[in-house]
């Protein structure tokens, strides 16, 4: 059927064009971006309970001193792998110390090792990262083919070779533990940088003029922010356990430091008749690393630009 | 000419964070066989919506079809489940649907061969040779050069007019009764949305297919089509043989879209303001903050339903129909 | 493609050297020298320091660094790991046993968490949100967020000691006694595997969740595909490609994995043989461990990128 005669002979009524008021719509209140961060953040059950164990956490190694029921490293000779009982709640390791005042001391030491740790490998990753993006060139591709090699080495490798040129102890851990983790920052800013580069409103900033400098802070920072801010979240969990894997090898966090890697290994020798000597330490990293990894997934769906405005 | 489709009272609903969306509130129309039917609103109106709802597509959740009854050759479609094999055997047999988006429809891992074979062996147990000698004759009908070497290419080696080309080769495959073209030519360059349109007008009419083409654009549909269905804001506002609208549009919308059709040496007069947010709409007009000729009853009556003018001619603006502009 | 593989291949090459480059220098940045270290061990023995040189000098160790990188990664390229400094053995004999052990319990790692990872994570997408969704995620996150050996420590008190159904600790070839060598790869094959496991499982998840709600997909549905062929035929194999490129990172883990797990369930793999030698601090033998180590992670590497590529028709290699 052709309708093409009507199409282009009817006469359509003409619409007079007096001007006449368009009523707006009445808007819906803006969605306030605070409000619906949180929401979104702890929309998951899960992820609130994470919050709420991890200031949990924070508050009993700040306060270590005071909720630890003994001094974690007064020995007791007399008082050996004591089975728990209404003194020592976790019951004593092999040389008479109160597990649990050892559990919530070692609380400290991990939280100390992961947010050292995710600074050092996020501060020296975002740089390197940036030059990398900035330079291009020959620069771009030196950086990046070490970061490929270093990604190719086991972390556990790396960070084992590291502390054996640093020798155990708090810092040494932390630079090793940073030095597995710090390839995935450059790696992510350099391609951030990479892509906004390319952004035609870049381009017609550095056409006027604008410094490498300004464009650094102005669009590719804030750019990346966001996934920096998971990226450290979910590496606090992850540099806790590789802090944990150094110290259960006896390379990490020596005795008498109440680290609960170490903790695990000592006790494994009484695993068969006592058991919470090596499990509740590990469990203790469980519930951390899985509280900030809840976190980390909140986080990422709070931030995720592509998911707003969905109701899960 | 018999009754194909019949659609009564189809709401489908969103669920999203600011409240209930009405994508598609109460619409009603019907389809002939090899009828060729156009459905035209602005974007975000519920064109698409109401057509996925009819092949429940509806990504759910967040969607609901919350209402209503979809007649397609004296079965209730949505009696069956989404999922269900009675839904699967209709789909893509006797319905079939092209998309908006010739990019990102195809699957980039399959060949075109697979993609194409697949719809006959499933729907009328082909065996793969003669499917395939099927599907290279359907895309030489469709105009692909080369059919026979080009079956095998995978999707991104075709252009996006080329791959929406597939997609109407594919769609006529098993011979339905009925395709869907939510928008296929919408994403394509004029020229060759221009010769998308004659292939699929000649398809159709060569195997007697029934058509339903969604659009924003009336030039697109007025030469062709039987039947015109406006949406606005979720309802079908008007509807009408293209004469009877082009003649006489009944609602002031329909007005105001035919007065955006360039022509030669006329201006171009725009509708002012921008469509309603559909989040919570109270059940008056929501043309009425737009319209030129709003009356105080429409801001506090709920909306007329789509009442007869003459003929097969429909309108749903109260104001208009009382004669009183 | 063939030169996509060559340049493919001299990357990987430059990585070695840049790896055995950097393992080459830390381990002379280590403290303690071996020399001295190997006289202590010695004592029933006169030092003269004429003796402490010749020692030296028959070790190699006062050629200046680069004729001793060299000497060693030459070495290296014919398969020669050279003699530990501290115990005069053959490194390379050495390693090819611990290797083989190593390679048994990596390989059944990584097969497992290839079968089993994808498995879990489709299962949770589509029955999302239901019973086997939680449990699955609730698997994946003990899987990610307990230590490896806290696991093991778990499990040995559980099905070693309280049980009895399984050896605490131990390695036996299967040539050697097959029955023995099961039951003693169980608990370290399933801790290597169980994070590689978790995060695949994760992963696949939310990648077959993203491609449901792709158009293709919903094309599929419009064709008239039903429940069974839209997964098999148009989501999986979408869904499985970032998976293809995750499992490099994937081996890697299971390599690095190997040093805490061989250490609990005391197994004379590459892992141990790297912690007693960096005890030891035998420079030679933990310089090759690494650098074989690497080559397991680069060569898997280079497969993936290969593999992927023969998955996803949309990459050409030129």
Avoid at chain 1, 136 to 163: F, H, K, W, Y
Wanted: proline share 5%; glycine share 8%.
């Amino acid at each position: 059927m052709d309708n093409s005669q009507v199409f282009y002979d009817s006469q359509i009524p003409v619409i007079p064009t007096d001007e006449f008021e368009v009523l707006e719509d009445e808007l819906l209140p803006p969605v306030n971006e605070i409000k619906r961060f949180f929401r979104v953040l702890f929309s998951r059950k899960i992820v609130l309970f994470a919050a709420i164990l991890l200031v949990a956490i924070i508050i009993i190694a700040v306060f270590a001193n005071a909720v630890a029921p003994f001094d974690p490293y007064t020995q007791n000779l007399k008082n050996v792998l004591q089975e728990p009982d209404g003194t020592h709640l976790l019951g004593t390791d092999a040389l008479g110390r109160d597990l649990l005042s050892r559990i919530i001391h070692g609380a400290r030491v991990a939280l100390l090792v992961g947010f050292f740790t995710v600074m050092v490998a996020a501060a020296v990753g975002t740089t390197i990262g940036l030059v990398a993006g900035f330079a291009g060139g020959a620069i771009q591709s030196v950086i990046m083919r070490i970061t490929d090699a270093i990604t190719s080495i086991p972390n556990l490798i790396i960070s084992l070779l590291i502390v054996g040129i640093l020798r155990a102890g708090v810092t040494s851990v932390v630079i090793a533990v940073a030095a597995g983790m710090f390839p995935g920052y450059i790696r992510m800013v350099n391609g951030q940088v990479m892509s906004v580069k390319q952004n035609d409103y870049v381009m017609a900033e550095r056409a006027m003029g604008a410094s490498w400098g300004r464009i650094a802070f102005k669009h590719i920072l804030p750019n990346c922010m966001s996934p920096i801010i998971v990226m450290m979240t979910m590496m606090l969990g992850g540099s806790i356990m590789a802090e944990a894997g150094l110290s259960y090898l006896g390379i990490g966090i020596t005795p008498p430091t109440a680290a609960w890697g170490a903790m695990c290994y000592d006790g494994y020798k009484y695993l068969m008749t006592r058991p919470l000597l090596s499990i509740a330490p590990g469990f203790a990293i469980m519930l951390l690393v899985f509280s900030f990894n809840m976190i980390g997934d909140g986080l990422r769906d709070a931030l995720d630009p592509r998911l707003r405005g969905t109701l899960n | 000419m018999d009754r194909l489709l019949t659609v009564t009272g189809l709401s489908t609903e969103f669920r999203t964070e600011r409240g209930i969306v009405k994508a598609v509130n109460n619409i009603s129309y019907t389809v002939n066989e090899s009828e060729i039917v156009g459905l035209v609103g602005e974007s975000g109106c519920g064109k698409s919506v109401s057509q996925l709802s009819v092949m429940q597509l509806i990504p759910n959740p967040p969607g609901r079809i919350v209402a209503g009854s979809v007649d397609f050759d004296g079965t209730d479609l949505l009696q069956y489940k989404r999922e269900s094999n009675e839904m699967c055997a209709i789909r893509g047999r006797y319905i079939s649907m092209i998309f908006q988006e010739p990019m990102t429809s195809l699957n980039p891992a399959l060949t075109i061969c697979r993609q194409m074979t697949e719809v006959m062996i499933e729907h009328l147990g082909t065996e793969y040779k003669e499917a395939r000698e099927k599907s290279i004759d359907m895309l030489d009908q469709v105009g692909i050069p080369d059919a026979a070497k080009r079956i095998d290419d995978y999707p991104h080696q075709f252009s996006g007019g080329m791959r929406q080309r597939v997609m109407v080769a594919m769609a006529m495959l098993c011979n339905p009764k009925m395709i869907i073209a939510d928008e296929a030519t919408t994403a394509l360059d004029a020229t060759i949305q221009a010769q998308l349109l004659e292939l699929l007008y000649g398809m159709v009419d060569k195997y007697k297919t029934a058509l339903v083409m969604v659009t924003h654009n009336l030039g697109v549909v007025a030469r062709y089509v039987n039947r015109i269905n406006v949406m606005y804001a979720g309802s079908i506002v008007e509807s009408g043989t293209v004469n009877e609208i082009w003649a006489n549009p009944m609602h002031p919308y329909t007005e105001g879209l035919l007065s955006c059709v360039p022509r030669l040496g006329e201006k171009l007069v725009p509708i002012k303001g921008m469509p309603p947010s559909l989040v919570n709409r109270p059940d008056t007009c929501p043309f009425a903050a737009r319209c030129r000729y709003r009356q105080k009853q429409c801001f506090e009556q709920p909306v007329s339903e789509l009442t007869l003018v003459e003929g097969t001619h429909y309108s749903a603006c109260a104001v208009k129909l009382e004669g009183k502009v | 493609m063939s030169t996509y593989i060559i340049r493919r291949l001299f990357h990987s090459v430059i990585i070695i050297l840049i790896v055995s480059l950097i393992v080459f220098l830390l381990l002379r940045a280590l403290p303690g020298d071996p020399i001295m270290m190997l006289i202590a061990q010695n004592t029933n023995m006169e030092w003269t320091p004429e003796m402490i040189e010749a020692l030296r000098d028959s070790k190699g160790l006062n050629d200046s660094l680069p004729v001793q990188y060299f000497r060693w990664f030459s070495m290296m390229l014919r398969g020669d790991f050279g003699v530990s400094i501290m115990h005069n053995y053959n490194i390379g004999e050495q390693l090819k046993s611990k290797v083989v052990v190593s390679m048994m319990l990596g390989i059944c790692s990584f097969a497992v968490s290839i079968i089993v990872g994808p498995l879990l994570g489709i299962i949770s997408a589509i029955r999302r949100g239901k019973f086997i969704d939680n449990v699955v995620t609730i698997f994946a996150n003990i899987g990610i967020t307990a230590p490896q050996f806290w696991i093991a420590i778990l499990l040995i008190f559980l099905f070693s000691m309280r049980l009895q159904l399984l050896p605490i600790y131990g390695y036996t070839l299967p040539w050697v006694n097959l029955g023995l060598c099961i039951r003693q790869s169980i608990l370290p094959v399933f801790v290597t595997a169980l994070g590689p496991i978790a995060s695949t499982a994760r992963q696949t998840r939310s990648s077959v969740l993203e491609v449901l709600g792709e158009d293709y997909v919903r094309t599929a549905w419009a064709k008239g595909m039903n429940e069974r062929k839209v997964l098999m035929k148009h989501v999986l194999k979408n869904s499985l490609m970032p998976i293809v490129t995750l499992q490099g990172t994937m081996l890697r883990q299971i390599v690095g994995g190997s040093v805490v797990v061989e250490r609990v369930f005391v197994i004379p793999g590459m892992g141990k043989f790297m912690v007693d030698a960096m005890q030891g601090r035998d420079y030679t033998v933990v310089q090759s461990v690494t650098v074989v180590m690497t080559l397991v992670v680069v060569i898997s590497y280079l497969i993936v990128d290969l593999l992927y590529g023969w998955v996803d028709p949309r990459i050409q290699y030129d």
